[in-house]
């Protein structure tokens, strides 16, 4: 009888010790998740923190890099504006002569008793021919660094030469040869204004460096073939390599390129430009000098609008 209340008494004891255990175990183990759960709100909220301090970071340095474009693209103004009043000085240059001349001829003519309905005719036509290319060249100029408004199709071709007649006269006085040959229409999808002004920035580059390097023969090949769904146009020269050093970054807009005369702004423009059309430009050296390749989308079909 003493043996069955000693072990019922044993049992009890043990059952009540496994109470005891078990609850000192729940409040060990609610104190740890209490612990946790206050760790994991402090993790959250330090994390939350670092969110929003990195959320405000990018946000700075989005405004910063806004910024910078903005000022990047007045930049690009100015030194499109500076390159415009250059060519126009250049293509001006033959007209003013020839009206110098005729203004000095009126002395001449006076002194000899030349002057009659006859000589005033010839003069007055003479004077304002000259006065109405310096004009159509100034209306010509605004047109081209007119932007475009909308993406049309347009003619590769025809955008080039806008690009060459604007910087006609001054790649003459440079003895530049410029190759340009092309056997079919090739129509492009994107800006053509943009185009041009990316164009008129490869050819004022390899003016550059020609200049620099002090080349004799001057040749820039200028060769349009297609790839796929777009059109591809090579602009080789012979004026010297690019170092390999900044071959990769001739594109940054603080790089200054080939030359000491200008930045890489142009070069970072020109790479904006083409971009917005889904289109890029790469450079690489061929030969004795460097290749610039332009690639747009071709024109998937006549429908879409052409240039007003």
């Known amino acids: 009888m003493l043996g069955t209340y000693i072990t019922i008494l044993s049992v009890g004891l043990l059952f009540i010790a496994f109470v005891i255990s078990y609850i000192l175990f729940r409040h060990v183990l609610m104190k740890k998740q209490k612990e946790n759960e206050e760790n994991y709100r402090e993790m959250t909220e330090k994390y939350e923190v670092v969110v929003r301090n990195l959320e405000s970071r990018v946000a700075e340095e989005a405004a910063m890099n806004r910024q910078k474009d903005h000022f990047l693209l007045h930049h690009s103004r100015f030194v499109s504006m500076g390159e415009m009043i250059s060519s126009i000085g250049y293509q001006w240059q033959q007209p003013l002569n020839r009206l110098s001349l005729l203004i000095q001829d009126v002395r001449e003519a006076l002194q000899f008793g030349e002057i009659n309905d006859h000589y005033i005719d010839t003069f007055t036509k003479e004077g304002m021919t000259e006065i109405h290319f310096m004009s159509r060249t100034i209306n010509d100029f605004r047109k081209f660094y007119q932007p475009t408004k909308q993406k049309c199709t347009f003619s590769i071709s025809d955008s080039i030469e806008k690009a060459l007649s604007i910087c006609s006269y001054s790649l003459k006085i ?135």
């Open 174 to 308: 440079h003895d530049i040869h410029v190759e340009f040959e092309y056997r079919e229409e090739h129509m492009a999808y994107g800006f053509p204004n943009e185009y041009s002004q990316a164009v008129l920035t490869l050819l004022t580059n390899a003016r550059y460096a020609f200049k620099t390097n002090k080349v004799n023969k001057r040749i820039l090949a200028i060769k349009i073939s297609t790839e796929g769904s777009c059109i591809v146009v090579d602009f080789t020269d012979n004026a010297g390599v690019i170092e390999p050093l900044i071959l990769s970054r001739v594109f940054e807009p603080d790089l200054t390129t080939r030359n000491s005369d200008t930045t890489g702004i142009g070069l970072y423009m020109t790479k904006i430009m083409i971009e917005n059309m889904d289109g890029s430009v790469t450079v690489k050296n061929a030969g004795e000098g460097a290749q610039f390749r332009l690639s747009v989308p071709k024109a998937a079909s006549m429908d879409i609008p052409s240039p007003a």
